[in-house]
């Protein structure tokens, strides 16, 4: 299990509306930060490779759904519809192994840190 509770936030300013959000240390090296609401009016204008060297402050709810309908659907495409039935059938200790085997170890760290109960997102 990963332990979250040592790592260190900081505070950024939103690429595009300079409002104060805030960034995990790992992500501090992104081209760009974005708040929620810039990244929900910027989605749809921006490439797959754009979003992906953006940070996005994202509320916890919104990303666990986003995670599950989007994120691996985007990055993992085959591996989602090979294991969509089955994720939903899966503890959160089977998806992390299931994930990590298919090199989704940075999704899984962000959804772990999400849910603590990854049973409501999956319902
Ligand atoms: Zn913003």
Redesign the pocket.
Known sequence: MIDYSDKKIHEVE?S??N?KITCPEDMLDSDKH??Y??FNELKDKLSEDEKSKIHVDMPMSDMADMLLDTMIEIAYPEFWKENKSKIIQMSKKEIAEEMFAAGASAVVEMMMHAHENPEDVFS
């Open positions: 939103c595009f509306c409002e974005a708040c609401s810039c």
